[in-house]
T-cell receptor, first 116, second 110 residues
Framework: GAVVSQHPSWVICKSGTSVKIECRSLDFQATTMFWYRQFPKQSLMLMATSNEGSKATYEQGVEKDKFLINHASLTLSTLTVTSAHPEDSSFYIC????????????FGSGTRLTVV | RKEVEQDPGPFNVPEGATVAFNCTYSNSASQSFFWYRQDCRKEPKLLMSVYSSGNEDGRFTAQLNRASQYISLLIRDSKLSDSATYLC???????????FGSGTKLNVKP
């Protein structure tokens, strides 16, 4: 089936540093990928829609200069958390639509970011 | 008002029980509906799509009620392995954008 590979699975970083998270579609092309964030006991919240070859679309309240998204190819989207702070600690998940699955979306395994 | 609302639970049921969750959505123009399952600290996984006519997959039955704007998930003969959080997902006007409910936690006990 359609697989989305997300790396790293977890990362601990110091406050003020930047962290890059990769999301790859392994056996299909994804013109659009989505980045979500999930705080403990809360729902997945869409942060941004990543479009191959163009600028990402950010949801209201998400700082585009802080969460840099690059979707340079049909199989890779990256999210960079710049100047991370403890309040950015969260579970970040990407997803992509695999058309042969119908309208369902496939998710990466998630990245647990802890900023200390 | 939230786009999608779910009872967070937890629902604590014995093995073999039948349990049902509902999820309400606010956008009457929504067209696509899904139930996802999420285990602790894992990514959500598609459980089933929800079709207008209702659909069944083994022990799982999903229903859509457009008039009242809710979808439901029924699990029969609950197994211990069904313990998870069940997320309701509804698309927005923009077909490519989806909203997730906060999830309903199910605990199936021996």
């Amino acid at each position: 089936g359609a697989v989305v590979s997300q790396h790293p699975s977890w990362v601990i970083c110091k406050s003020g540093t930047s962290v890059k998270i990769e999301c790859r579609s392994l056996d299909f092309q994804a013109t659009t990928m989505f980045w979500y964030r999930q705080f403990p006991k809360q729902s997945l919240m869409l942060m941004a829609t990543s479009n191959e070859g163009s600028k990402a679309t950010y949801e209201q309240g998400v700082e585009k200069d802080k969460f840099l998204i690059n979707h340079a190819s049909l199989t890779l989207s990256t999210l960079t958390v710049t100047s991370a702070h403890p309040e950015d600690s969260s579970f970040y998940i990407c997803s992509a639509r695999a058309d042969r699955l119908g309208y369902g979306y496939t998710f990466g395994s998630g990245t647990r970011l802890t900023v200390v | 008002r939230k786009e999608v609302e779910q009872d967070p639970g937890p629902f604590n049921v014995p093995e073999g029980a039948t349990v049902a969750f509902n999820c309400t959505y606010s956008n009457s123009a929504s067209q696509s509906f899904f139930w996802y399952r999420q285990d602790c600290r894992k990514e959500p996984k598609l459980l089933m799509s929800v079709y207008s006519s209702g659909n069944e997959d083994g022990r799982f039955t999903a229903q859509l009620n457009r008039a009242s704007q809710y979808i439901s998930l029924l699990i029969r003969d609950s197994k211990l392995s069904d313990s998870a959080t069940y997320l309701c997902v509804v698309n927005a006007n923009n077909f490519n954008k989806f909203y997730f409910g906060s999830g309903t936690k199910l605990n199936v006990k021996p």
